[in-house]
């Protein structure tokens, strides 16, 4: 089997591309844009000549058309992506392009090479065992009040433009299978944690900053809530769903995990022997959604998958890597990043 993985240097698509690769023995063609978030260096232990790396852009319809071309691919999953809702709200249009337009365009090239009579606009035919993976977020959902967790028939209410941009790609992937007829899922995932995350994120930009004896930034209160899973669960969450899932469906994926922010970082300092003095509340992000909760029951019943982290598993294996992966993050905070951390907490 030939798998497409777009987006495969940054944090969930390294995963992922490990870990299918020590599981199966599919062939893997990771096609990414190496934007800031993507890194090589994510994928440097991966020996196997199964695994081939190609730089470009989803967005590019004749590469995308070489690759189909060169690699019969059976299997497309779609991570690529800008994924960061500070971003989306200093500089949206990149998230629209990306988002979207790349999502569209892999859909039509995948359409046109898997279809029996590409020609016959009226067939519904596609060639045996392919299909395209949406991995989508629950940020689609906008927020929960206090109770009640998101369910896949919910409404779409998107808050911020990255998840107004994902909520589009998701409705664009609906309408091909609906339209077209191809076999299409989309999974809508919690927040990620885990090795590999690029200290942009919640978790990651907490451990570093503390390691550095910097101040931790909290927006708002610090009282709104995520549901976090660790990103290897996320991984083994999309193998089910590529294996079992019914053609057309949506599938929430989620670790049963609410907490505060404010409850996090006051973990992360604990587990790193600081003060709390290092917290710095700041201005609230704007649009900030107050609390995610991802109902798993139909992943869990319908496939039967379960997550295999505990939070306080996941959260002590997380941290020991950033403490054993010091030139990893040395490696990150390029300049590039350090204009963007800059620009982004200076006048907060
Ligand atoms: P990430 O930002 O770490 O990685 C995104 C990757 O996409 C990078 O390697 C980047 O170079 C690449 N990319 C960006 N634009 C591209 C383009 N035009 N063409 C090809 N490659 C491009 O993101 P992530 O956290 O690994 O998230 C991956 C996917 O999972 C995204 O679609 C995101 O919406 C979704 N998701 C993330 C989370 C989370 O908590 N991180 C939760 C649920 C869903
Ligand atoms: P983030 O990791 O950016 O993920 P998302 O916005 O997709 O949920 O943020 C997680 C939560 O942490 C979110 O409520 C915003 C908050 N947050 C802070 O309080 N301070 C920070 O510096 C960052 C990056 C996030």
Redesign the pocket.
């Known amino acids: 089997m030939n798998i497409l993985v777009t987006g495969g240097a940054g944090f969930i698509g390294s995963n992922f591309i490990k870990y299918m690769l020590s599981k199966y023995d599919y062939n893997i063609i990771n096609l990414d844009l190496l934007t800031y978030a993507g890194n090589l260096n994510n994928l440097k232990d991966i020996k196997t000549d199964r695994y081939t790396f190609i730089k470009g852009d989803i967005c590019d319809r004749s590469l995308l058309e070489k690759i189909f071309n060169s690699f019969d691919i059976d299997i497309v999953i779609n991570f690529a992506a800008e994924s960061?809702?500070?971003r989306s709200i200093e500089e949206p249009s990149v998230f629209l392009t990306t988002n979207i337009i790349g999502t569209q365009t892999l859909l039509e090239v995948a359409k046109k090479y898997w279809k029996i009579s590409p020609n016959d606009k009226y067939c519904r035919e596609y060639k045996p065992g392919v299909k395209f993976l949406q991995v989508s977020t629950d940020?689609v959902y906008g927020e929960l009040g206090q109770t009640g967790k998101f369910v896949e028939t919910m409404p779409l209410m998107p808050n911020s433009p990255y998840s107004a941009s994902k909520a589009s790609a998701d409705l664009i992937v609906r309408s091909y299978h609906e339209t077209y007829g191809m076999p299409v899922n989309i999974t809508r995932c919690s927040?990620n944690y885990g090795p590999f995350q690029f200290p942009?994120?919640?978790i990651p930009?907490m451990i570093i900053n503390c390691l550095k004896d910097k101040d931790l930034?909290?927006?708002g209160d610090?009282m709104?809530i995520?549901d976090w899973i660790h990103v290897s669960d996320h991984c083994s969450a999309i193998d089910t769903v590529l294996r079992k899932g019914i053609n057309g469906e949506i599938y929430n994926i989620g670790g049963n995990n609410e907490i505060e922010?404010i409850n996090i970082v006051k973990l992360i300092i604990k587990a790193l022997g600081k003060s709390e003095n290092l917290i710095r509340f700041v201005k609230d992000?704007p649009g900030?959604d107050r609390r995610y909760a991802i109902d798993n029951s139909k992943i869990t019943t319908q496939l039967g998958w379960v997550p295999k982290y505990t939070f306080e598993q996941g959260m002590n294996e997380t941290i020991k890597w950033y403490l054993n992966n010091t030139d990893w993050i040395e490696n990150i905070i390029s300049g590039d990043y350090i204009n963007y951390y800059e620009n982004m907490y200076s006048n907060v």
């Open positions: 960061h809702v500070d940020e927040n942009e994120k919640l930009l930034p909290v927006y610090g709104q995520r922010n992000r900030h």
